[in-house]
């Protein structure tokens, strides 16, 4: 029997593969395919091993692969064959030019734009699925009808709102799926054949329209907000190890009223992750290319308290290890930059291994997911880092562990055990607040949470 419709997601990365493959799965009357210009990746996901971990994935991609779900290197042909064309490819910030360390590279949007034109011989409709600044659907409709073509492609933004970790349950229940087009006929009836794809599971009401520009600049501001939460909150930690307060009895007594809500209000050692930076300083490019400096200033506070946050943790670890770490062994647990993956991007823990080899430390790292990222992170870095699996073995010898992922398994680890093998005085910083300070200082450590006072024995 013929597919009802052909989709094609060019990026098989984080957001493109584990997105395809829940439409692939929810809709057997769909064929869907991914490429990649990467031959390994997508040797991977046609493999048992998936190039990411992320929970409940391996069932689906199981589920639907081979039925209505294809992943392949072939770009020509799969954009031929397509009707509907997801494009997930990324856009890093970029580092040369104008805009260096702010603007996102759109370079590989612009590839694929025109390899679009160039292969394509019938309509299409062309879905942004990428964060990307304001109005590059504007230029991705410049560049796709420049050429003398009678051939009509139709620019749509739908955000992934997904976050790592719990993708699959993002995508299979969604907060809301956002999709925006062209106020025009055409723009319209294509957001509709969008609209009929996600409602073959998502409820209707859950699926909300919006002009393009808004759909856009909704996903850097829904990344800006959470991101703004999380700054303010560890900007309030730092205020609460000075003056006695626990940062955690504050968080919940805010979070309770529903106003404000309790979610994603933990201190911690700092946000990580591919989007929020990125996002926060394409924002703040954005606001400064219309000369709007203090929407700008604004945002930007929300980066630099970040990196604040990550600088007091290393100096705080410094201080209160006699202002020495030189030879000193150092256990981090966690490299990924949050719990349930193995993805280190923007990973609080890069900078703080970095910035503890810098003291001469010798690091030793642990994660059950990252530690091959980790290397490879790592790699070029100059210093003494070894990498145990086993988070028991990993602190034995050390003077101190550091918390740098809030991995359930760190919650019920024999501690008593791993006081036992470390050197003494035994230092614990608590980059999550995930563990049972009081207990822990009773078994003998020094305990460093984030925004609460130290529990010490000196
Ligand atoms: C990417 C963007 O970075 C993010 O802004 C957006 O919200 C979603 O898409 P992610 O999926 O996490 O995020 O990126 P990544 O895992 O790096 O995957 C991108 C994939 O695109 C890679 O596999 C890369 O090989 C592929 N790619 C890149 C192409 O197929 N063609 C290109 O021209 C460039
Ligand atoms: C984020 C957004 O949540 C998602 O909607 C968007 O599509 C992509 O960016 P992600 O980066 O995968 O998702 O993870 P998220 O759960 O948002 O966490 C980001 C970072 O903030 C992590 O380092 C996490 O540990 C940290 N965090 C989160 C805190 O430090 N405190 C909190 O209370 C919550």
């Known amino acids: 029997m013929p597919f009802k419709r052909n989709i094609l997601c060019i990026g098989a990365g984080y957001v493109g593969g584990p997105t395809m493959a829940m439409i692939a799965f929810k809709c057997p009357q769909y064929k869907v395919t991914v490429v990649d210009i990467n031959p390994e990746r997508i040797a991977q996901w046609n493999s048992d091993n998936l190039p990411i971990y992320e929970p409940g994935l391996d069932q689906v991609v199981r589920a639907a692969r081979g039925r209505n779900l294809f992943f392949s290197t072939e770009i020509e042909k799969g954009i031929q064959e397509s009707d509907v064309i997801f494009v997930s490819v990324n856009t890093p910030t970029k580092t040369f030019g104008?805009?260096?360390?702010?603007?996102?590279?759109?370079?590989?949007?612009?590839?694929?734009?025109?390899?679009?034109?160039?292969?394509?011989?019938?309509?299409?409709?062309?879905?942004?699925?990428?964060?990307l600044p304001v109005k590059t659907a504007q230029a991705m409709e410049r560049i796709l009808t420049c050429a003398d073509t009678a051939l009509c492609f139709d620019v749509l933004s739908n955000p992934e709102f997904l976050a790592e970790g719990t993708a699959i349950q993002n995508l299979e229940n969604p907060d809301r799926v956002l999709i925006g087009s062209a106020q025009s006929a055409e723009g319209i009836c294509a957001r509709d054949v969008l609209v009929e794809i996600y409602a073959n599971w998502v409820p209707r009401e859950k699926i909300i329209t919006s002009n393009i520009w808004s759909s856009e600049l909704s996903k850097l501001v829904a990344n800006a907000f959470l991101a703004q939460r999380i700054s303010s909150v560890n900007s309030i930690s730092a205020l609460c190890e000075k003056a006695d307060a626990d940062v955690q009895e504050v968080a919940r007594a805010v979070g309770m009223d529903s106003r404000v809500g309790a979610k994603f209000l933990n201190a911690s050692v700092g946000f990580g992750g591919s989007c929020f930076k990125k996002d926060i300083l394409n924002l703040v490019y954005i606001c400064r290319y219309y000369d709007l400096r203090e929407v700008a200033d604004y945002w930007e506070g929300v980066v630099k308290i970040n990196e604040y946050q990550k600088e007091r943790f290393i100096l705080n670890m410094l201080q209160v290890m006699f202002n020495t770490l030189a030879g000193k062994k150092i256990c981090l647990f966690g490299f990924a930059f949050k719990a349930d993956t193995g993805d280190t991007r923007e990973s609080p823990a890069i900078q703080i291994a970095k910035r503890l080899m810098e003291e001469r430390a010798e690091l030793v790292i642990t994660d059950p997911k990252a530690i091959y990222n980790a290397e490879e992170d790592l790699k070029g870095a100059i210093g003494n880092v070894t990498y145990v699996e086993d988070p028991c073995d990993a602190a034995a010898g050390c003077c101190a562990i550091a918390v740098m992922t809030e991995w359930p398994l760190y919650k019920n680890l024999d501690y008593r055990e791993i006081y036992r093998k470390m050197a003494k005085p035994a230092f614990i910083f608590d980059g999550r607040n995930i563990l049972d300070h009081e207990a822990l200082h009773n078994m003998g450590f020094n305990v460093f949470p984030i925004g609460k006072p130290p529990l010490t024995h000196f």
Not at 114 to 121: D, F, G, Q, W
Not at 122 to 130: A, P, R, T
Request: hydrophobic share 35%; proline share 0%.
């Open 98 to 131: 104008a805009g260096a360390g702010m603007a996102a590279d759109l370079q590989y949007w612009d590839k694929t734009a025109r390899e679009i034109r160039k292969y394509s011989r019938s309509n299409k409709i062309i879905v942004e699925k990428s964060t």
